[in-house]
């Protein structure tokens, strides 16, 4: 016979909601940068992408994606990566994270620069 306390019966409980939920529903973006920001005033530094398409935030016109820590490691090589193909107008393929921020900005899973 097998016994659980109660608090390992409330932690799974609680825990397979997390576990059954279906995907994220992230959306992907394949072109050009049409414009790039970088918030001054934020910390970690940020950088948001606007793009021609619709983001899965899409309730405000959502067309943008961001990342933060965009002065430090993986950051800072997208940023150098974004700044180099929107001067060069290459076509980068970014894979948001599904997850909408308070300003309806989708986060960033991966960039890629063709």
Same mark, same amino acid.
């Given at each position: ?12 409980? @609680?825990?397979?909601?997390? /576990?059954? *939920? &279906? =995907? ?6 394949? !072109? ?12 970690? @530094?940020?950088?948001?992408? /606007?793009? *021609? &398409? =619709? ?6 016109? !959502? ?52």
């Amino acid at each position: 016979m097998i016994t659980c306390n109660k608090k390992t019966t409330v932690f799974i409980a @609680a825990l397979m909601p997390l /576990l059954i *939920a &279906g =995907p994220v529903l992230a959306s992907t973006f394949s !072109g050009k940068v049409e414009r790039l920001r970088f918030s001054s005033g934020s910390t970690p @530094a940020r950088v948001s992408v /606007l793009t *021609a &398409g =619709p983001t899965a935030c899409a309730g405000a016109g !959502g067309r943008d994606y961001s990342f933060e820590d965009a002065d430090s490691g993986l950051g800072q090589l997208w940023t150098n990566a974004l700044l180099k193909a929107w001067q060069q107008g290459r076509t980068v393929v970014i894979v948001g994270n599904g997850i909408c921020d308070a300003f309806d900005i989708e986060g960033v899973t991966f960039i890629d620069v063709q």
